[in-house]
């Protein structure tokens, strides 16, 4: 298949969230695996047994730990900006009624990267700072370790540190809802 060659002066038209979450309501999108990232709707990865297996035992970890008090969201939609619309594997969010509006605020967000680790790092990271997301987890389920970005300052990561299968993560604001690294990938 040949690719369109477009005059100089063309340039691409991104969608914005709202117009996105219109498509996707009238099921545009339907048994696709998309989110918006920068107005591009970007294919998301299958999600394998070595991408689910670490996201299902956060869930079992930090869904008793934070009920009541936190909201844990799977793969569902988050409002980071006029833009972008990613589906991170988890979000830890204040708790609340998404009804009407997916939630633009979040303790923590955690992807996690068997093939994706680049762009987690590159495209999201820097959004998710940009957005004010406090702190941000890549679960690097090649390496078997945990990347967390901290130190939000002036829309950016400042630290990032690399937590290995015997440390322990803390959710940030939840000093009690924590995650030993090595149970992650089964050590």
Same mark, same amino acid.
């Given at each position: 298949?040949?690719?369109?060659?477009?005059?100089?002066?063309?340039?691409?038209?991104?969608?914005?969230? $709202?117009? %996105?979450?219109?498509?996707?309501?009238?099921? /545009?999108?339907?048994? =696709?695996?998309?989110?918006?990232?920068?107005?591009?709707?970007?294919?998301? !990865?299958?999600?394998?047994?070595?991408?689910?297996?670490?996201? #299902?035992?956060?869930? =079992?970890?930090?869904?008793?730990?934070?009920?009541?008090?936190?909201?844990?969201?799977?793969?569902?939609? /988050?409002?980071?900006?006029?833009? !972008?619309?990613?589906?991170? #594997?988890?979000?830890?969010?204040?708790?609340?009624?998404?009804?009407?509006?997916?939630? #633009?605020?979040?303790?923590?967000?955690? *992807?996690? $990267?068997?093939? !994706?680790? =680049?762009?987690?790092?590159?495209?999201?990271?820097?959004?998710?700072?940009?957005?004010?997301?406090?702190?941000?987890?890549?679960?690097?389920?090649?390496?078997?370790?945990?990347?967390? /970005? =901290? @130190?939000?300052?002036?829309?950016? %990561?400042?630290?990032?540190?690399?937590? *290995?299968? #015997?440390?322990?993560?803390?959710?940030? @604001?939840?000093?009690?809802?924590?995650?030993?690294?090595? *149970?992650?990938? @089964? !050590?």
């Amino acid at each position: 298949m040949q690719t369109a060659t477009l005059p100089a002066h063309a340039r691409p038209r991104r969608l914005r969230r $709202a117009e %996105y979450d219109t498509l996707a309501g009238e099921g /545009f999108f339907r048994g =696709e695996r998309v989110e918006l990232i920068q107005g591009i709707v970007v294919e998301m !990865s299958p999600i394998g047994p070595a991408h689910a297996n670490p996201l #299902d035992l956060l869930v =079992e970890r930090l869904v008793p730990a934070l009920v009541r008090r936190a909201r844990v969201r799977v793969q569902q939609p /988050f409002a980071l900006a006029d833009d !972008s619309e990613p589906e991170p #594997d988890l979000a830890i969010v204040p708790l609340g009624q998404y009804a009407e509006r997916h939630p #633009d605020r979040a303790y923590l967000i955690v *992807e996690i $990267a068997e093939t !994706s680790l =680049e762009y987690d790092r590159e495209t999201k990271a820097p959004l998710y700072a940009a957005a004010g997301i406090g702190e941000y987890w890549i679960v690097d389920v090649n390496a078997r370790c945990v990347e967390v /970005f =901290e @130190g939000l300052a002036a829309g950016q %990561y400042t630290r990032i540190r690399r937590v *290995e299968a #015997d440390g322990e993560l803390v959710v940030p @604001g939840f000093d009690d809802a924590k995650v030993r690294v090595g *149970e992650l990938f @089964g !050590s």
